[in-house]
């Protein structure tokens, strides 16, 4: 089955600075791989992002990395606020016959220090 | 307005009572999800169906019974509740079983006393 490692578990940085979320993936036929922000007493909501047929996607101050060949993609916030403040998840999708699931990584805690 | 909407948003029970959620997206999606995220944040993908049919049934005790009476709802029952199974429970719906992104509602949180 489809493994996803999801590091750190928790991150905190200051105000301005830059958060990076790392995942790796196990299973080489996966190819589709979002991001969710999740706030407190929320569903997680999609952020971005990004499909294997491409290595590097970019929405304002978010941006998100593809490796395929290593199996690891990574989130990347730049110039942080503190309403970016969240659990961060990411997740990969199996393609298979009739049948997708997306699985999730453990989640990331981040905290923004004003 | 809301794309996915889930009721109750608390759920407070005793062990061996019967439950359900409902769930309802009004996004126009074929495909429906049952994930449950458990007290360290661990999101896990329960059931999920297209087009009311049932195609993904992840190992959960038959306790647990989703019902998709159309496209647009699908609820959730379950039977002779444990401690065990308090949890958020989240709906989402997606347009379709391929790559497309998952939309949530708020989540149930379920409480078994």
Redesign the interface.
Known sequence: GENVEQHPSTLSVQEGDSAVIKCTYSDSAS??F?W?K?EL??????II?I?SNVGEKKDQRIAVTLNKTAKHFSLHITETQPEDSA?Y?CAA?I?DT???????G??TRLQVQP | DTAVSQTPKYLVTQMGNDKSIKCEQNLGHDTMYWYKQDSKKFLKIMFSYNNKELIINETVPNRFSPKSPDKAHLNLHINSLELGDSAVYFCASSPSTRDSPLHFGNGTRLTVT
């Open positions: 190819n589709y979002p969710y999740q007493g929320k569903g997680p909501q999609l992002d499909r659990v998840f999708s393609r009739g049948r997708r699931a997306l699985t999730f453990s989640g």
